[in-house]
């Protein structure tokens, strides 16, 4: 396992040459243990991230995308400090922050937010929203009178889109879009830098889902805010992302900027992914072929030697099976991990 890791570091190095970056994964492995022996041993293991590397500039948007269960929540997690990596390392703003104690950690807890998937179940039902919202203002003492305090909790309000006379209503009392609203409200109130948005659109109506997403853009023009933004929608990833990593059972597979991997496709599994999403609007001279993804998804549970997507690959190749690929150079600012590319 090690070894591979460290394999991918040095391919990845090539790619990730640059300092330009604020936050940066290197190598990110989590592997939870599937089955144990009698002896509480592990003996199968779920690969759900395997070397997953790569960085965000300051102010930029990544996107993440793959199908269910390739491990995309894994590495926000990661990041953010909910999941301790098996192996890799976490940088930010230039330092090392894997593996700190909570103590350590404190200062990157007010700078790093998470927003969830469910709007419904992440917000106390008893709270009002006032004090959801005004929650990390309390906890990292950022505002010192009471009337400071109910101020900074209105702006955010007006910030997100929401009316400050609401402030003592009960989440139920909201409709979805308005409780992201509040979400996003609760995580900008310690000003925050970076933010792993995790399908925080997802559940939403296509109408709300936008003007969430352009809520989302104004505020990182504002305060120049860094996303990692996670879905499975291709179309609001490609609206909102600079860059983009897509991801098949815990490795990425191809990477690049937003709009060189949209219009060019390079992995058999990105085109196979594009191809089940109609794509709004059309990419000109994109690939007109579809490719159907055949097989099952392949379980994380001790995944095989090769190419992981070999299995479903139509141009998968005896050598696919057996030797994992390289990253191969598409563009600039574009790369695959797949044997069709030099
Ligand atoms: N705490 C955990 N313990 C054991 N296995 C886990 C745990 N968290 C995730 N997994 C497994 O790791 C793999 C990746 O899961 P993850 O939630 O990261 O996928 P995902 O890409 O976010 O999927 P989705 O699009 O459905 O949200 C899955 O096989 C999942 O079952
Ligand atoms: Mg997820």
């Not at 179309?235 to 983009?244: G, K």
């Not at 089940?276 to 990419?283: C, D, K, L, M």
């Amino acid at each position: 396992m090690d070894e591979r890791a460290n394999s991918f570091f040095q391919d990845d190095n090539v790619y990730l040459r640059s300092n330009d970056y604020f936050l940066r994964a290197d190598g990110l492995t989590m592997h939870f243990p599937a089955k144990t022996d009698r002896f509480g041993r592990p003996v199968s293991w779920i690969h759900a991230a395997d070397g997953v590397s790569f960085q965000v500039p300051k102010g930029k948007t990544m996107g993440v995308v793959g199908e269910s269960g390739c491990g995309k929540s894994t590495v926000g997690k990661m990041l953010m400090n909910l999941y301790r990596p098996t192996s890799g390392r976490i940088y930010y703003d230039g330092r090392d922050i894997t593996g700190l104690s909570a103590r350590e950690r404190r200062p990157y807890q007010q700078k790093m937010q998470l927003v969830w998937q469910d709007p419904y179940s992440s917000l106390d039902p008893r709270m009002h929203v006032g004090d959801i919202i005004g929650e990390g203002l309390r906890n990292f003492g950022l505002t010192s009178t009471r009337e400071e305090y109910r101020e900074r909790v209105f702006e955010l309000m007006r910030k997100c889109g929401l009316f400050p006379e609401e402030a003592n209503k009960f989440p139920h009392q909201f409709s979805g879009g308005q409780r992201q609203r509040i979400c996003i409200a609760r995580a900008l109130a310690t000003n925050p830098e970076f933010i792993v948005l995790d399908e925080a659109v997802s559940a939403l109506d296509v109408s709300i889902q936008a003007q969430i997403v352009n809520l989302l853009k104004d505020r990182q023009q504002e305060s120049s805010l860094t996303y990692l933004f996670i879905s499975h929608d291709l179309n609001i990833v490609r609206y909102i992302s600079d860059e983009v990593i897509v991801m098949y059972l815990g490795q990425i597979v191809e990477r690049g900027t937003m709009e060189t991997v949209f219009q060019t496709r390079a992995h058999p599994y990105t085109q196979a992914l594009f191809s089940a999403t109609p794509v709004f609007p059309p990419v000109p001279g994109g690939k007109k072929e579809r490719i159907l993804l055949e097989g099952d998804v392949l379980s994380p549970v001790d995944p095989p030697v090769g190419c992981r997507f070999a299995g479903r690959c139509p141009y998968a190749t005896e050598q696919c099976r057996k030797e994992e690929p390289l990253w191969s150079r598409v563009e600039e600012n574009h790369y695959v991990k797949c044997r069709l590319y030099p």
